[in-house]
């Protein structure tokens, strides 16, 4: 593992399980605040190099799945032009990433095909509805700045008057295809990334395993299951807002009723 400190297997392996929980924490989009990881910086400064190294490493690590998923991002949208996104000199996993990234693309197309055909409920709102305000509360145990960049991302949305609730299941919708090849091709880039460091990959790999592709747009709220409304979450995050907040919180209303975001802060606010 690099840029760790090594000694015998049992300190190893509690330095991996380390990293691993610290990703966890790591939020959806780019340019994440390391909030625990900071924090256990702070609490372990002077503390020796054991500590240090794990801090290091985890902020690493968030880093190379941060770094990864930005990637994944402009190869996909190159793909959707119609651009080979690895290039013709490509080894045989390059080839299997291009053929995952082909594969995203046409199923997120595929759904916007069935999307756009819906009509109110689907891929518009009711504009002769009131919006609905949906509360979103930051609860204990949640990465404060995950939480504060799907909401905020959500506030967004319902201010644009893209938030309303889907007409039908989002089950009966969701190609989960997409979401499992996007986490398989992320964790693919990560390992061609940091192929030079093997040991550095499969730490990073298994990190961003343990994470979740949201939508960053909720399917219930009117959100497109297409991977330009995906970034990876933590699982926390992701259950919680989506499944004991929102869900909740909409499952009466009228199909298309427009939505609009309050966020609260416990227990400040």
Same mark, same amino acid.
């Given at each position: 593992?690099?840029?760790?400190?090594?000694?015998?297997?049992?300190?190893?392996?509690?330095?991996?399980?380390?990293?691993?929980?610290?990703?966890?924490?790591?939020?959806?989009?780019?340019?994440?605040?390391?909030?625990?990881?900071?924090?256990?910086?702070?609490?372990?400064?002077?503390?020796?190099?054991?500590?240090?190294?794990?801090?290091?490493?985890?902020? %690493?690590?968030?880093?190379?799945?941060?770094?990864?998923?930005?990637?994944?991002?402009?190869?996909?949208?190159?793909?959707?032009?119609?651009?080979?996104?690895?290039?013709?000199?490509?080894?045989?996993?390059?080839?299997?990433?291009?053929?995952?990234?082909?594969?995203?693309?046409?199923?997120?197309?595929?759904?916007?095909?069935?999307?756009?055909?819906?009509?109110? *409920?689907?891929?518009?709102?009711?504009?002769?509805?009131?919006?609905?305000?949906?509360?979103?509360?930051?609860?204990?145990?949640?990465?404060?700045?995950?939480?504060?960049?799907?909401?905020?991302?959500?506030?967004?949305?319902?201010?644009? *008057?893209?938030?309303?609730?889907?007409?039908? %299941?989002?089950?009966? @919708?969701?190609?989960?295809?997409?979401?499992?090849? @996007?986490?398989?091709?992320?964790?693919?880039?990560?390992?061609?990334?940091?192929?030079?460091?093997?040991?550095?990959?499969?730490?990073?790999?298994?990190?961003?395993?343990?994470?979740?592709?949201?939508?960053?747009?909720?399917?219930?709220? *009117?959100?497109?299951?297409?991977?330009?409304?995906?970034?990876?979450?933590?699982?926390?995050?992701? @259950?919680?807002? *989506?499944?004991?907040?929102?869900?909740?919180?909409?499952?009466?209303?009228?199909?298309?009723?427009?939505?609009?975001?309050?966020?609260?802060?416990?227990?400040?606010?």
């Amino acid at each position: 593992m690099s840029d760790t400190v090594r000694s015998d297997k049992e300190l190893h392996e509690q330095l991996a399980d380390r990293l691993t929980s610290q990703a966890d924490e790591h939020e959806s989009g780019a340019r994440p605040h390391l909030r625990r990881s900071r924090a256990g910086l702070d609490r372990t400064r002077g503390k020796g190099a054991l500590a240090a190294a794990v801090e290091t490493g985890a902020e %690493k690590i968030l880093r190379a799945i941060e770094e990864a998923e930005d990637q994944l991002h402009k190869h996909l949208q190159d793909v959707s032009q119609g651009v080979r996104a690895m290039g013709d000199n490509h080894a045989r996993n390059d080839k299997n990433i291009e053929t995952m990234l082909q594969s995203i693309v046409k199923r997120s197309n595929d759904q916007d095909a069935v999307r756009d055909a819906g009509g109110i *409920g689907k891929n518009q709102p009711d504009t002769t509805k009131d919006p609905h305000t949906v509360t979103l509360e930051w609860k204990p145990g949640m990465p404060k700045q995950a939480f504060e960049r799907k909401a905020r991302a959500l506030q967004r949305l319902g201010e644009e *008057g893209k938030l309303f609730k889907f007409k039908g %299941k989002t089950e009966d @919708y969701r190609d989960k295809q997409i979401t499992a090849q @996007y986490k398989g091709a992320l964790e693919a880039l990560i390992r061609r990334n940091h192929k030079d460091d093997p040991d550095f990959a499969e730490e990073a790999a298994v990190a961003a395993r343990k994470m979740q592709p949201d939508h960053v747009n909720e399917l219930q709220t *009117g959100g497109p299951d297409a991977w330009r409304n995906l970034r990876m979450l933590d699982r926390t995050t992701n @259950y919680d807002i *989506g499944t004991q907040q929102i869900r909740p919180q909409i499952k009466d209303l009228p199909d298309g009723n427009p939505i609009n975001i309050d966020i609260k802060w416990w227990p400040d606010d």
